[in-house]
């Protein structure tokens, strides 16, 4: 089964930056859909940014682009979103999730997204 665990979390003051990293296991295919969600306290899960690990294409949400860049290390099955300029507004747990064997990525809605990672906190002050 795909596994997704995420890491780079922490607290970071307004204006700074922070990179996540989401290293998936269990893959079958190369073509795989990797995408961050956020959800900060009380509030849905919001789509931030995907991206298909084959075609390398890149997916975001209108909201998101410009602050956050999502990239992918194929070598170790990760993804990567860095992200700047972060505010308090961008408080919130932070999360990958993965849908397989797809050349695409569907649009940035939590249930069109198959497998899911635990979770990594952002908290901004």
Request: aromatic share 8%.
């Amino acid at each position: 089964d795909v596994q997704l665990v995420e890491s780079g979390g922490g607290s970071v003051q307004a204006g700074g930056s922070l990179r996540l990293s989401c290293v998936a296991s269990g893959y079958t295919t190369r073509n795989n859909c990797m995408a961050w969600f956020r959800q900060g306290s009380g509030g849905d899960r919001e789509g931030i940014a995907a991206i298909n690990l084959g075609s390398g294409r890149t997916y975001y949400s209108a909201p998101m682009k410009g602050r956050f860049t999502v990239s992918r290390d194929n070598a170790e099955n990760s993804v990567l979103l860095q992200s700047r300029a972060l505010n308090a507004q961008d408080t919130a747990t932070y999360f990958c999730a993965a849908l397989e064997s797809v050349t695409y990525c569907p649009d940035l809605i939590a249930r069109r997204f198959r497998h899911w990672g635990q979770g990594t906190q952002v908290t901004v002050s």
